[in-house]
């Protein structure tokens, strides 16, 4: 009688455990989706003011079409490929300021400059949903790895996520203001 | 006032509390010594006369320490206002300096860093423009004090500077910057159901070191991460070193709070030995702290958020 009760308890234990670890994995991919989707809509609100910006330097530079074309072409991207999106966005704003600096009005105008205000606190919001989202994959991939977790991980089919990289296009990307 | 007038006026005013107290003392020493002679005496006459010397003495007395308080506060009034108030116009523009105004209670409480306690005053508030930010400040004293029967004792919950800074990026959550050491403040994470802040959550950065530093908790983990970047962690750390006591920071209603309890009372001149370019040296350094803040922490940055014209 008394191993049978020592089985049972020992039955609910790692019951109790199990259910823990599976709850504290099932938070965590919430939390990495939430700071994920947080990528996607920093993402799609630089592409809005890319665009924006876009309509404004129109104004000054009509002939600078290969440019404003890029631009349409980069929200197909935001879905499917975020860190192609994210380059190409780069790239694009890179060229607008570029042109812009050709345009002392357009520089000064207080439309422009509300625009580039605007863009460097979403490039901040982006940077910091990128941060948020490799902190709470290192969090995750570091439970699945570790003992005894990685028992439940395995049993769950838990894999991990993958770290939002910044490649060299974002690492060398143009200082505006 | 020229600098030669305001000395010379507060030359004489603080003469005259040297004066009123010294006399005041000294009534109150020969008043006691009355007492005693009367009560070792054995004729009636000379227990009455002393009697009525000791009550002459000690309502002369009384009357004289009224008199050297009420020129006390006479003489501080004309040092903040005619002193302090220049020397921080000389630093700050659009300045608004109340001596005896200061941070409402229900305004620290609604921070939650501070144990509220049962004792509560802040004066000195100043509120002006420090190279084109916008802050408020105060100096701040909360204790706590508690009497049970004869014994009675009063416990200071935090005492010193608090500073309220316009920031320059929008943000909608609440975050809090705990520092791992500062005694006095609440140590722990506050109470969901006494909280009237948003749920908070314990954040850690990826720098080790401010995580070791400081103990973070934010209502939008988002949001903090977009206030506290790996440079502005760098950045709060050295400030934090550069104070030298415990420092919390809170970021509310988008401003940036910092309270440091560092145990003084800022701007209060001395009666006994007071010099007056002593005092304005004490100012000018207490206003160098407030243009380092904003240096440091690069507030005068618009990068981010257009700043409204002072």
Not at chain 1, 86 to 101: C, M, R, S
Not at chain 2, 105 to 110: L, N, Q, T
Request: hydrophobic share 40%; glycine share 6%.
């Amino acid at each position: 009688m008394g191993v049978l009760y020592g089985v049972l308890i020992g039955i609910a234990v790692i019951g109790i455990w199990f259910i823990s670890v599976y709850n504290s994995f099932k938070k965590m991919v919430v939390r990495c989706d939430e700071a994920s989707s947080g990528i996607d809509v920093a993402l799609a609100k630089r592409y809005d003011l890319i665009t924006n910006l876009v309509a404004t330097v129109k104004g000054y530079a009509k002939h600078e079409e290969s440019v404003f074309t890029q631009v349409a072409q980069i929200r197909s991207l935001i879905k499917g490929n975020r860190s192609a999106a994210a380059d190409q966005l780069d790239e694009a704003k890179g060229k607008l300021l570029a042109i812009a600096e050709s345009y002392p009005e357009l520089k000064a105008s207080a439309n422009f400059l509300d625009l580039q205000r605007s863009l460097s606190d979403v490039e901040e919001h982006l940077q910091a949903s990128r941060r948020l989202y490799n902190h709470m994959v290192a969090a995750l991939n570091t439970k699945k790895e570790q003992f005894p977790s990685n028992i439940v991980a395995g049993m769950i089919g838990e894999s991990g996520r993958d770290f939002f990289q910044a490649d060299e296009i974002q690492r060398s990307r143009v200082e505006i203001g | 006032m020229d600098q030669n007038q305001i000395e010379q006026k507060v030359a004489s005013i603080r003469r005259s509390i040297q004066f009123l107290t010294v006399t005041g003392l000294t009534c109150l020493v020969i008043g006691v010594f009355s007492f005693i002679s009367g009560i070792l005496s054995s004729r009636q006459t000379s227990i009455d006369g002393a009697m009525a010397a000791f009550a002459f003495l000690m309502i002369a007395a009384i009357i004289l320490f009224v008199l050297s308080y009420m020129r006390t506060t006479q003489y501080k009034r004309i040092i903040k206002n005619e002193v302090l108030k220049s020397c921080l116009e000389k630093h700050f523009d659009n300045v608004n300096y109340k001596a005896e105004a200061g941070f409402s209670r229900e305004e620290i409480a609604s921070t939650e860093l501070v144990s509220m306690g049962n004792r509560f005053h802040s004066n000195d508030y100043l509120s002006a423009y420090c190279d084109g930010v916008y802050f408020e400040r105060s100096d701040v004293l909360v204790q706590d004090h508690r009497s049970s029967g004869k014994s009675s004792y009063t416990v200071t919950l935090f005492r010193g500077r608090w500073m309220k800074w316009e920031f320059n990026k929008n943000f909608h959550g609440v975050l809090q910057i705990r520092g791992n050491s500062s005694l006095g403040f609440r140590s722990r994470k506050p109470f969901k159901w006494a909280s009237s802040l948003p749920n908070m959550e314990k954040l850690t950065f990826e720098n080790p070191e401010f995580n070791k530093q400081f103990t973070c908790y934010a209502s939008d983990s988002e949001d903090a991460y977009y206030l506290i970047t790996p440079h502005f962690m760098e950045k709060l750390m050295k400030l934090t070193d550069d104070f030298d006591c415990p420092v919390y920071y809170e970021f509310l209603q988008g401003y940036l709070h910092i309270a440091i309890y560092n145990d003084k009372d800022a701007f209060e001149p001395k009666v006994m030995g007071f010099d007056l370019q002593g005092y304005q040296k004490e100012i000018d350094e207490d206003c160098a702290l407030l243009h380092q803040v904003v240096e440091i922490l690069k507030l005068d940055d618009d990068h981010f958020k257009a700043r409204e014209e002072n």
